[in-house]
T-cell receptor
């Protein structure tokens, strides 16, 4: 079974400082990894994904994530946080299946709080 | 504009009633998904469908039912058998076996009164 762990319920960072939101995964096979952001009472918005190739992927709003196969991690990063980045962040994993629709499994989410 | 539309945004259910949540997409995606979101538990998969007239149970299917009669539509019924239905429900769609991301609707908040 595939799973995703986000070990921090909340991350607090001051505006202008770098931020990291952690994610580790467990799958059988090669993973496809995704980060989404959710604002209150809204759906999820896609930020970025890792499929193959370069381990450092860049996404929307200045976010990037680093895929580390040996550590089975896919941490989300941003060099300089903004107050408007405050939201709930979800990491997700999918494994390519040949026979059926591949399930997208989510972590429990990390709340990012950026303060002035 | 292409996207996924969920309705209603807010829904109130009396105990013992069935209610149906609507999800419509015009992205021409074959796969559609229903997730339930509870505080601190992330998103849990209820049902998913790869193609019209086909669907599979997810991790928490008990007390829910779905249909997929049209490619664009994947309604979710919350039955009276679901003992704790109060939650935020999210519908998503994607290419079923592709490497692309899933697209989400804006959600329906269901409350039992």
């Amino acid at each position: 079974a595939q799973s995703v762990a986000q070990p921090e319920d909340q991350v607090n960072v001051a505006e202008g400082n770098p931020l990291t939101v952690k994610c580790t995964y467990s799958v059988s096979g090669n993973p496809y990894l995704f980060w989404y952001v959710q604002y209150p009472n809204r759906g999820l918005q896609f930020l970025l994904k890792y499929i193959t190739g370069d381990n450092l992927v860049k996404g929307s709003y200045g976010f990037e994530a680093e895929f580390n196969k040996s550590q089975t991690s896919f941490h989300l990063k941003k060099p300089s946080a903004l107050v408007s980045d405050s939201a709930l962040y979800f990491c997700a994993v999918r494994v390519e299946n040949t026979g059926t629709a591949s399930k997208l499994t989510f972590g429990t989410g990390t709340r990012l709080q950026v303060t002035l | 504009d292409g996207g996924i539309t969920q309705s209603p945004k807010y829904l109130f259910r009396k105990e013992g009633q069935n209610v149906t949540l609507s999800c419509e997409q015009n992205l021409n995606h074959d796969a559609m998904y229903w997730y339930r979101q509870d505080p601190g538990q992330g998103l849990r998969l209820i049902y998913y469908s790869q193609i019209v007239n086909d669907f599979q149970k997810g991790d928490i299917a008990e007390g829910y039912s779905v249909s997929r009669e049209k490619k664009e539509s994947f309604p979710l019924t919350v039955t009276s058998a679901q003992k704790n239905p109060t939650a935020f429900y999210l519908c998503a769609s994607s290419i079923p076996r592709g490497r692309t991301e899933a697209f989400f609707g804006q959600g329906t908040r269901l409350t039992v009164v």
